[in-house]
């Protein structure tokens, strides 16, 4: 690729804000709630016109479990942001695992809760470079939007990008995949309406899990090329509207803008594949369905690993490990989808593999330390969501919503006491056990 130089342009600069925070996603706006709410002015960026990420633009249908099968153990900002989304007539009240959702109530609650917070948020923009002050200190973020290019200074800068992307543009080690670096597939989620619901709940199994299911028999006929995978979750999000997290989309890579194009395209054609399979196999409940939207954003379950001061490993998930400064706790299955050749085998019956991974007890559940959400290396960086320091097996666990909505809400908070400090600001140095303190006046879940 060529290089060219340009030349220098007046970019207008903004220093009105104690904590920005890139992303509003789960982790992105339970951080910002938490700064605002710590009295730091505070400034939500999102490429998007939405708040939620993948619960909302992204259309995953439900939400992951938030009882470790005896209680709620996501507590504080995510079971707020949950029990007011909970509004759909047909989710009984006390539901706590599974919860179907509805993605135009979601919007509106992480729209109110920002709002009230006092954060500012700023749709339909780009962060597209930064500047270092020093060594260890990220000094000014470059925003692109239709104002043109703006340069924002902060004390503070939280990274919910999910990506890593300020973390790793100032930096920080990263890690990517597996030992050959590949990250699982993505997903395009989607949602079919006009379904018949009585159809859908007794005309036979579903879900990708089930041998049973009608996905063996659909990828057995060869005639819907586009469907490559048994992955296939489904909830009934609405009257006659039924929400898929289906199929796997390898290679599309979050930080490869080609790559990511050629993705969601694939996945937009395997939607529209999937709505004809079922038609034809599962009639029942779709023979009258129709496509009624795609997500806007890619289901991306991986890409870069941020190496913090503590990396979370498998060791520690296997034992059920407490740590003195853990911030939440997990209770999550360790769910790592399979690559495509292992995928391939398993359908030819070469293999079997459980996708599904490790699985906790009743009552069971691990902690995340503080220490997994302050990159090596940089002072003034907090990272939170599925891109916190942690062995690729603990980050298939960790960075599903209610997860992130929990490290968000801590690395809000702790982003807010290192902007306020009297001398330099360095969220290493953040007090963990005022943190938990606070953490645990707003409800947080830390035994």
Sequence with gaps: M???????????????????????????????????????????????????????SGLV????????????????????????????????RDALDWVPIDPELLKRVYDGEVVKSGAKVLFFTFICDLEKRDGRNVDVILAANKAGLTAYRAKVFIDCTGDGDIAAWAGARIETGGENG???????????GNADIYGYLHGGAL???????????????GRYPHITSTHLCCDIIGPGTVGFNAG?????????????????????????????????FYPAGFGNGFLTATGALMGVRESRRVVGDYVLTREDYLARRSFPDEICRNSYYIDVHMNKEDEERQHKGEIEIDGMGMRYGRGESHGVP????????????????????????????????????????????????????SDEVNAHGVDTGRLRRRLKEEGAYLP
């Design 248 to 280: 796997h989309i390898w290679n599309a890579d979050n930080t490869d803008p080609f790559a990511l194009t050629e993705g969601i395209m694939e996945g937009r054609r395997a939607a529209a594949s999937y709505r004809d399979a079922l038609a034809e």
């Design 207 to 221: 879900y990708g899990g089930d041998r049973s299911s009608k996905i063996y028999d659909i990828l057995k006929s």
């Design 370 to 421: 503080y220490r997994c959400l302050t990159p090596a290396g940089l002072d003034n960086v907090l990272v939170a969501g599925r891109a916190i320091s942690c062995e690729r097996d603990v980050q298939g666990s960790v960075r599903v919503m209610p997860v992130c909505l929990c490290t968000g809400e801590a690395a809000g908070m702790a982003g807010a006491m290192a902007a306020g400090a």
């Design 61 to 92: 249908p439900a939400w992951c479990p938030f009882s470790d099968q005896e209680k709620i153990i996501y507590g504080g900002l995510a079971q707020r942001i949950f029990e007011l989304s909970k509004a759909p007539a047909h989710i009984a």
């Design 182 to 192: 590949d990250a699982q597939p993505g997903s395009l989620c989607f949602s079919i």
């Design 2 to 56: 060529s290089e060219y130089e340009l030349k220098p342009k007046y970019i207008p600069s903004n220093d009105d804000f104690d904590v920005i925070v890139a992303g509003g996603g789960p982790s992105g706006c339970a951080a910002a709630i938490a700064a605002a709410r710590e009295g730091a002015k505070t400034l939500l960026i999102e490429s998007t016109g939405s708040l939620g990420g993948m619960g909302t």
